[in-house]
């Protein structure tokens, strides 16, 4: 488990585990829904949502190592998806409940993204935003 973080102290960033998978699918439904509203369909976002987030593709990332948890006074406030193909490292999501957003815990899940590709070797960091997604591209 990475520690604890200095400016949010009952925030844990943690790698996820099968049994988390619930938590992950209901954070990401939240948030697509709040952050695509305005530019997807919602059968759009759902249809997206059940092949993205389905237990395989999620236990996929999970058994790479590159799948992270955040939960703040444990419930499961946002996560991230992480990879790596040779020393370039791929940041495929971080996401944080949109009552939770403006709260510091996007950054503390992207320090700990940051230790983690550098612990692997990685010489860059590469992920893709949505132009229409302001409040990603504002915090990338």
Known sequence: MIQQSTTHPYANVRIAS???LASIRAVATQ???ATYASI???STIDTFLKRA???YSLLVTLNSGGLWLLEQDGEVVGYMRLSMQDEVG???AIYVLPKDQGKGHGRRLWECAEAWFAARGAREVRLTVAQANRSARDFY
């Open 90 to 92: 791929f940041l495929g």
């Open 31 to 33: 948030t697509w829904h």
């Open 18 to 20: 099968p049994a988390d």
């Open 53 to 55: 987030y389905s237990d």
């Open 40 to 42: 997807l369909k919602a």
